[in-house]
Each structure stands twice: as structure tokens, then as C-alpha cells.
């Protein structure tokens, strides 16, 4: 079963603008959520992260909501940059293991 | 400081063969997990290894067995290899268990 979803497999951006990438999941027991990023023929990175019991935490131009009533974060880059043109995963943690979502591909366009 | 290492970057193999990918862990840490990701999916768990144990799996069936060595290096073995298995495999590291991981640039395994 998918616990962790990323409902846009797309995000196009112009360079300098605002990229909001967004992330919902279902299990409650989740104790902390992450951001990779991941460049083809490259393993993930990690991006940001934050404790559930936050709702924000504030990287540089990173920064990573969570919503914990509605199970839902999201990712906002700004300004967004060519360099942040990859795909960008979420992940849950629970207990050792991460969930994943699918990834969105974010294209910079300059 | 040397990061993840995964060998080797590439494989392909035929339906029912073994396999074994190999995975160097970030100095200093002694918790390795092994993730499967499929095309246009995420990656999903398979297991992790903590001090030579295997202390956590995903879904993933028998044939799929690890190793940890002292050193904390490690073995991802999957046996009778079936055309799903197809996918990159990602090593993590981490300096324990829950804790931040880092990714290697995995194997790519596939199965004809």
C-alpha cells in the first residue's frame, strides 16, 4: 500500500519563481518527514527534513510545511534555480525504515 | 570522508539467476539499508542491517538475503532473480538506526 503519496509526477517552474512541490501520507505514526533530491545516474540527496511535532522548518531557500491534521507537506524552493532542476522525493519515517512517494520531476526554465 | 560506494553501477542477468551487489558504507557509520526502486516509483525498503544484524525488512521475499561485515560494508543477494527484480538498487548508510541516510548512485540490475 502507498502511505506516501506525490500526486504531481510534473512541476515546471521559471527560474526565480516559487517551486511548491507537495506530499500526502496516511500512516500516523510517522515521526519525521524528509526531502531527497536526486540527479539521473546519481543516488538521492537529502534535502530538508522535519520532526512532526513542527510545522515548519526553514532550510536557506528550502523551506518544509507539515500539516499533521490534514497529513500533507509540502516543499517550497524559492527562488527556484536551473541547479534544482531533478526529482524530488518525499519520504516518512517510521520507527527505521523511510516510506517514499513517487517523486516530482521539477524542471527550472530559465 | 568517503561517501556511499555501490558495485557494481550496472548488471544484467537472466531469469533464475543469483546476483550479489556490494555497498561501502560512509566512514564512520554502522547501519546500512538496501532499497529497491522501480521505474517511476519511489524506492521501497527491503532491509536494514545494524551491527552485522539484520534488525528491520520491508516486503520483500526470502530470496532477497543481506550481509553486513564488521567492517559495515555490505551484500544485497537475491536469489532466482524473476524479470520484476529489474530495478536500481540503492544503498543507504547511516551513523545508527532512524538516523539521516546517505544514498549511494546504486546498481542497476537488469533481468532478462
Known amino acids: 500500500d502507498q502511505q506516501v503519496k506525490q500526486n504531481s509526477p510534473s512541476l515546471s517552474v521559471q527560474e526565480g519563481r516559487i517551486s511548491i512541490l507537495n506530499c500526502d501520507y496516511t500512516n500516523s505514526m510517522f515521526d519525521y518527514f524528509l526531502w531527497y533530491k536526486k540527479y539521473p545516474a546519481e543516488g538521492p540527496t537529502f534535502l530538508i527534513s522535519?520532526?512532526?511535532?513542527?510545522d515548519k522548518n526553514e532550510d536557506g531557500r528550502f523551506t518544509v510545511f507539515l500539516n499533521k491534521s490534514a497529513k500533507h507537506l509540502s516543499l517550497h524552493i524559492v527562488p527556484s534555480q536551473p541547479g534544482d532542476s531533478a526529482v524530488y522525493f518525499c519520504?516518512?519515517?517510521?520507527?527505521?525504515?523511510?516510506?517514499f512517494g513517487a517523486g516530482t520531476t521539477v524542471t527550472v526554465r530559465a | 570522508e568517503t561517501g556511499v560506494t555501490q558495485s557494481p553501477t550496472h548488471l544484467i542477468k537472466t531469469r533464475g539467476q543469483q546476483v550479489t551487489l556490494r555497498c561501502s558504507s560512509q566512514s564512520g557509520h554502522n547501519t546500512v539499508s538496501w532499497y529497491q526502486q522501480a521505474l517511476g516509483q519511489g524506492p521501497q525498503f527491503i532491509f536494514q542491517y545494524y551491527r552485522e544484524e539484520e534488525n528491520g525488512r520491508g516486503n520483500f521475499p526470502p530470496r532477497f538475503s543481506g550481509l553486513q561485515f564488521p567492517n559495515y560494508s555490505s551484500e544485497l543477494n537475491v536469489n532466482a532473480l524473476e524479470l520484476d527484480d529489474s530495478a536500481l538498487y540503492l544503498c543507504?548508510?547511516?551513523?545508527?538506526?532512524?538516523?539521516?541516510?546517505?544514498f549511494g548512485s546504486g546498481t542497476q540490475l537488469s533481468v532478462l
Open positions: 543507504a548508510s547511516s551513523l545508527g538506526e532512524g538516523e539521516k541516510l546517505f
Open positions: 522535519i520532526s512532526s511535532i513542527k
Open positions: 519520504a516518512a519515517r517510521n520507527d527505521y525504515k523511510l516510506s
